[in-house]
C-alpha cells in the first residue's frame, strides 16, 4: 500500500512558469515531509523540508505549502528554470522511526 | 559531498548468481540505509542499519540480506540475483538520529540481472 501518492507523473513548465507538485498521505502520525530532487545518473538530494506545525516554507524559488487537515502538501517552484529540470521526490517520515517512505516521483521539464 | 562511495556503479549479472553491493562512508555516521530505485515506483528501502551488527528490514527486503561489520561499511547481497532485483540502488546515510528525512544518498549501484 502506497502511503505518499504524488502527482502528476510528469510535469512540463516552460522557463519562468510555476511548478506545481503535489503529495497525499494517510497516516496521521507522519511528522516530517522534505522533498527530494534527483538530476540523471545522480542521488536524490534533500530540497527543502517541512514539519505540521507550519503551513508554509519558502527558501529562494521553492516553496512547500501544507495543509494539515487535508493530509496534503505541495511543492511550488517560482520562475521555474531549464536547470530545474529533474525528477522529485516527496517523502514523509515519524520522528523516531528510522524508515522514510517516498512518493513515487514527477519528472519536470522545463522548457526554454 | 556526503563522503558516500558505492560499488561497483555498473554490474550486469547472470540470474542465480550472488551480488554484492559495498557502500562505503567516510564521516562516521551511525544510520545507514539501502534503497532500491526502479520507474513507477520511486524510492523504496529495502534495509537499514543504526550501527554495527545492527540492522533491520525495510518494506521490500525479500530476497536481500545485508551487512554492517564496521562502522563505515554496509553491505548489501543478492544470494541468488532475479530480473526483478534489476534496479538502481541507492545508498544513503542520516545526519540526525532518529529522524530519517534528512538523507544523503550516494550515486547509485545500477544493477541488471540478465
Known amino acids: 500500500q502506497q502511503q505518499v501518492k504524488q502527482s502528476p507523473q510528469s510535469l512540463i513548465v516552460q522557463k519562468g512558469g510555476i511548478s506545481i507538485i503535489n503529495c497525499a498521505y494517510e497516516?496521521?502520525?507522519?511528522?516530517?515531509f522534505p522533498w527530494y530532487q534527483q538530476f540523471p545518473g545522480k542521488g536524490p538530494a534533500l530540497l527543502i523540508a517541512i514539519r505540521p506545525d507550519v503551513s508554509e516554507k519558502k527558501e529562494g524559488r521553492f516553496t512547500i505549502s501544507f495543509n494539515k487537515s487535508a493530509k496534503q502538501f505541495s511543492l511550488h517552484i517560482m520562475d521555474s528554470q531549464p536547470g530545474d529540470s529533474a525528477t522529485y521526490f516527496c517523502?514523509?517520515?515519524?520522528?523516531?522511526?528510522?524508515?522514510?517512505?517516498f512518493g513515487k516521483g514527477t519528472k519536470l521539464t522545463v522548457n526554454p | 559531498d556526503a563522503g558516500i562511495t558505492q560499488s561497483p556503479r555498473h554490474k550486469v549479472t547472470e540470474t542465480g548468481t550472488p551480488v554484492t553491493l559495498r557502500c562505503h562512508q567516510t564521516?562516521?555516521?551511525?544510520?545507514m540505509y539501502w534503497y532500491r530505485q526502479d520507474p513507477g515506483h520511486g524510492l523504496r528501502l529495502i534495509h537499514y542499519s543504526y550501527g554495527v551488527k545492527d540492522t533491520d528490514k525495510g518494506e521490500v527486503s525479500d530476497g536481500y540480506s545485508v551487512s554492517r561489520s564496521k562502522t563505515e561499511d554496509f553491505l548489501l547481497t543478492l544470494e541468488s540475483a532475479t530480473s526483478s532485483q534489476t534496479s538502481v540502488y541507492f545508498c544513503a546515510i542520516s545526519y540526525r538520529v532518529g529522524n530519517t528525512g534528512e538523507l544523503f544518498f550516494g550515486e547509485g549501484s545500477r544493477l541488471t540481472v540478465l
Open positions: 497516516n496521521t502520525a507522519f511528522d516530517y
Open positions: 517523502a514523509a517520515s515519524i520522528s523516531g522511526s528510522e524508515k522514510l517512505v
Open positions: 564521516e562516521n555516521h551511525r544510520y
